[in-house]
């Protein structure tokens, strides 16, 4: 979920991702409004935890 061991979450149905990194301070919840067929975080997502991270 984040690049440090103690980041804890889950990835949501549809591509929604979820979790706290209490190392760095960061909460991070990314939801659609539109349902994906998809178990895993989406694109849109990762590059935005990516983002957090630089």
Request: hydrophobic share 35%; glycine share 10%.
């Amino acid at each position: 979920f984040g690049p440090s061991q103690k980041s804890f979450g889950h990835p949501g149905a549809g591509g929604s991702h979820a979790f706290a990194d209490p190392e760095n301070k960061i909460a991070f919840a990314y939801v659609m409004n539109q349902m994906e067929q998809s178990l895993l975080p989406n694109e849109k997502s990762l590059r935005l935890v990516d983002a957090i991270y630089r």
